[in-house]
T-cell receptor
Framework: NAGVTQTPKFRILKIGQSMTLQCTQDMNHNYMYWYRQDPGMGLKLIYYSVGAGITDKGEVPNGYNVSRSTTEDFPLRLELAAPSQTSVYFC????????????FGDGTRLSIL | AQSVTQLDSQVPVFEEAPVELRCNYSSSVSVYLFWYVQYPNQGLQLLLKYLSGSTLVKGINGFEAEFNKSQTSFHLRKPSVHICDTAEYFCAVSDLLEYGNKLVFGAGTILRVKS
């Protein structure tokens, strides 16, 4: 199994550009999550989804949007890229039962210049 | 809202020495606790988790952690580390009262194993 797959692995954007970070999982997990990781800050939850068609904000949602049209895919969109969005972005998924661990992708390193 | 404090940002240790990485969380009635490891340029991998039962939890790669409810701590230990244990370690908590099985992460502890 591939697990959680994120594309692209690296990307450089100019201020004001937009892009979509792709995430797909093949484990039939209902729950999916997007985090950003900044040095010394741990991971912060951006958005999460408990199933197709259902999304909700996390701790740091401003400047991002998500959609969940299928169980497998959970793309993250940046509409107007800002330098503050330079970060490493991780997608994760899990089964819905309480206590189930989250499985992480390898991340997307994004620089906004 | 839950919060997680990892008390050391970096822990240097010599190979084959024991190590303890400290984690404290804010109090709640019911929580699940996790330790994840991140190797350079990779995603996070689960080391171990505490859901209920025995307060001493064993994980992969020889790591173990002890849940202490009175001190709201979940410290990670390994009796003898190796060079390959060099990585960043994250403690995380899931509040059973929160919808969506969300995790709150600590800031991370970088373990540097020296030869």
């Amino acid at each position: 199994n591939a697990g959680v797959t994120q594309t692209p692995k690296f990307r450089i954007l100019k201020i004001g550009q937009s892009m979509t970070l792709q995430c797909t999982q093949d484990m039939n997990h209902n729950y999916m999550y997007w985090y950003r990781q900044d040095p010394g800050m741990g991971l912060k939850l951006i958005y999460y989804s408990v199933g197709a068609g259902i999304t909700d904000k996390g701790e740091v949602p401003n400047g991002y949007n998500v959609s969940r049209s299928t169980t497998e895919d959970f793309p993250l969109r940046l509409e107007l890229a800002a330098p503050s969005q330079t970060s490493v972005y991780f997608c994760a998924s899990s089964y819905s039962q309480p206590g189930q661990p989250q499985h992480f992708g390898d991340g997307t390193r994004l620089s906004i210049l | 809202a839950q919060s997680v404090t990892q008390l050391d940002s970096q822990v240097p240790v010599f190979e084959e020495a024991p190590v303890e990485l400290r984690c404290n969380y804010s109090s709640s009635v019911s929580v699940y606790l996790f330790w994840y490891v991140q190797y350079p340029n990779q995603g996070l991998q689960l080391l171990l988790k505490y859901l209920s039962g025995s307060t001493l939890v064993k994980g992969i790669n020889g790591f173990e952690a002890e849940f202490n409810k009175s001190q709201t701590s979940f410290h990670l230990r390994k009796p003898s580390v190796h060079i390959c244990d060099t990585a960043e370690y994250f403690c995380a908590v899931s509040d059973l009262l929160e919808y969506g099985n969300k995790l709150v992460f600590g800031a991370g502890t970088i373990l540097r194993v020296k030869s």
